[in-house]
């Protein structure tokens, strides 16, 4: 009776310590995890519009309107860009000289700088003056290189649109701000031509 007892005491022991290891292993193995569930297009259309919001991007490509607290946005034209008939920045050619500053037009839709003078894009779906003809792919390609129309050999993406921190986006943001930006109704809005820095001294030389 002792050693069945013993016996018994000596099975129960092992399969306590078989347990204990396999508890063990499986605290420590490093888990696989979970592959994440690919977002619906109604999900990515709701976090572009957060992502579009958070990262101030009516702060240059809406046109203003002026509040008793300064310009806000326009929810007419959102995301429209620079308006086509609208003023540029003051003509100052000391901003072309690097380090001097910039200088901004009323509603922050157009910019002067070293780089001359820039203005912003027409975000909204229309095929002629915004971004309606661009694939995802041409989107998500200006966006990594900054290439105008997504395109190897566009103009570069001038100042201050801040492409190279925009770039470090995942690709699913990025879609996600594509898929947003195609729901926005398509305005009809052409803004003009950068101005090279020779053109702007031009223009000051008429004032």
Known sequence: MKTT???VKAVAAVFAASAICLFMV??????????????????????GKYMVTIGGCHDCHSPKVFGPMGPEPDSTKALSGHPASGPGPAIDTNALHPGWGYIAGADLTSW???W????????TPDSATGIGAWTEENFMNALRKGKHLGLDGGRP???????????????E??????????????ISNQIP???????VMAMAMKK
Do not use: F, H
């Open 157 to 171: 993406i001038l100042p201050p649109m801040p492409w190279q921190m925009i770039r470090q986006m995942t690709d």
């Open 26 to 47: 499986q605290c420590t193995t490093p888990q696989k995890p979970a592959e994440k569930a690919a977002m619906t297009q109604d999900e990515m259309i709701a976090r």
């Open 173 to 186: 943001d990025l879609k996600s701000v594509y898929a947003y930006l195609r729901t926005l109704p398509a």
């Open 193 to 199: 031509a950068p101005v090279a820095p020779p053109d």
């Open 5 to 7: 007892l013993q016996k």
């Open 112 to 114: 002067l700088g070293p």
């Open 116 to 123: 001359g003078i820039s203005y912003t894009m027409n975000l």
